[in-house]
């Protein structure tokens, strides 16, 4: 059963047809999983073969196309009809001699679309360069266009419903955070931690069961604080040692991230205490700042003017869009809280804000999830911003 109403998911589909028009697209093929989940409800681990959901500005649904022992799955998640839930056979499973794009261009065929302006995903993570040959080789006689983002920046302004899902993932990722929190001790080894930070993942609350993140969680130890994007050990904590938490809580897909630092001893180092309280007060001020009209410029040079005046730079974004995804990542690839990114911030646009300094041989994190208000923004978890000491 699809989590949203059919009005909601044609809304979404009519919105598709207009852009596809804008960009002369007869027949937009929707390749990335989150894009596919947003335009017809469906969920299923199947994104590691090909699948599709194509979308025909004459057509008043979308097919959806994949795996035939998927179908079902898409029976269950969609509210698409029966007759346009396609399966295909087993055999252009990972075969050498045929591929599952051509089968969705044998289906294009067989509906008079072939010769179609067809818009694809180029960049998406789960389209690759064989998907484009194969079905380019296989249509009538359409012409390939890149449609690459073309549904994720349709994504970027939220139905209520879907701002309700990610304050449900809030909830749950405060417990997510406070779980990991209450794991760190010298002696326990970073795997133990882990473990119960994906229970408390899975578990969610009470009443609000959790699902998988996107990212796995990110607790990279002492001096490798000093680099993001690295994962755990089965190494015990130490005491004296630095512990980033990046973690996330997701409810039916949609996603609230969260990062902050912990120190396991009494006292942490100046360096690490003064970046710290840099940090997180950049994080008030720029929370503070946002209202909707600003661009995504305007937001980061809040920040970036805080940390000048204390003698910090930092060269990466502070934030990106965020929401609906599936692995390998929770963003949406679209607007980013940058210098050059001029999208103007409206109410119900979702992003996860992360000020991580990554400094020699130490770093610090502290980030929010917000949605942008009528008159500012809201943070979809409520937990404390400091540096965490674990005496």
């Not at 989150?34 to 969920?43: E, I, K, P, Q, S």
């Amino acid at each position: 059963m699809a989590l949203f109403t059919d009005e909601e998911y044609r809304a979404r589909i009519e919105r598709t047809k207009r852009s596809m028009a804008e960009h002369n697209m007869e027949l937009l093929v929707v390749s990335d999983p989150a894009n596919m989940n947003y335009l017809t409800g469906y969920d299923g681990w199947s994104f590691y073969v090909p699948q599709a959901v194509v979308v025909a500005a004459d057509a008043e649904q979308p097919l959806w196309i994949g795996r035939g022992m998927d179908a079902a799955g898409a029976r269950h998640t969609t509210f698409l009809d029966p007759e346009n839930i396609i399966g295909y056979p087993d055999d252009y499973v990972q075969s050498p001699i045929r591929h599952p794009m051509n089968f969705v261009a044998d289906q294009i065929n067989q509906r008079g679309w072939g010769n179609a302006s067809v818009g694809v995903e180029m960049d998406a993570y789960y389209f690759t360069a064989r998907s484009l040959n194969e079905l380019q080789k296989s249509l009538a006689g359409g012409n390939i266009l890149n449609a690459d983002l073309l549904v994720n920046w349709l994504r970027l302004v939220k139905s209520q419903r879907e701002i309700g899902f990610m304050k449900e993932a809030g909830l749950i990722a405060e417990r997510v955070m406070q779980t990991a929190l209450d794991c760190l001790a010298p002696g326990v080894r970073e795997c133990d931690a882990v473990a119960a930070v994906y229970k408390a993942q899975m578990s969610g609350t009470e009443t609000l069961g959790g699902d998988y993140p996107a990212i796995v969680p990110m607790m990279p130890t002492g001096e490798k604080t000093s680099a993001p994007h690295l994962t755990w050990t089965d190494e015990p904590y130490k005491s004296g040692q630095m512990v980033n938490l990046e973690l996330a809580a997701c409810r039916h897909r949609y996603h609230c991230p969260i990062a902050r630092t912990a120190y396991l001893g009494k006292t942490p180092p100046d360096k690490l205490d003064r970046l710290a309280s840099v940090t997180v007060e950049g994080l008030n001020l720029t929370l503070d700042a946002i209202k909707p009209g600003m661009r995504c410029e305007d937001v980061e040079l809040v920040w970036r003017n805080h940390i000048a005046g204390a003698g910090f730079e930092k060269e990466s974004r502070i934030g990106y869009a965020m929401g609906l995804n599936y692995p390998p990542d929770w963003g949406e690839h679209t607007a980013s809280l940058r210098p050059g990114d001029r999208t103007v911030l409206e109410p119900d646009m979702t992003f996860h804000m992360i000020l991580g300094m990554w400094m020699d041989n130490y770093g610090f994190e502290c980030s929010e999830s917000f949605h942008v208000t009528e008159t500012g923004c809201e943070t979809f978890a409520d937990f404390p911003r400091k540096l965490f000491l674990k005496p």
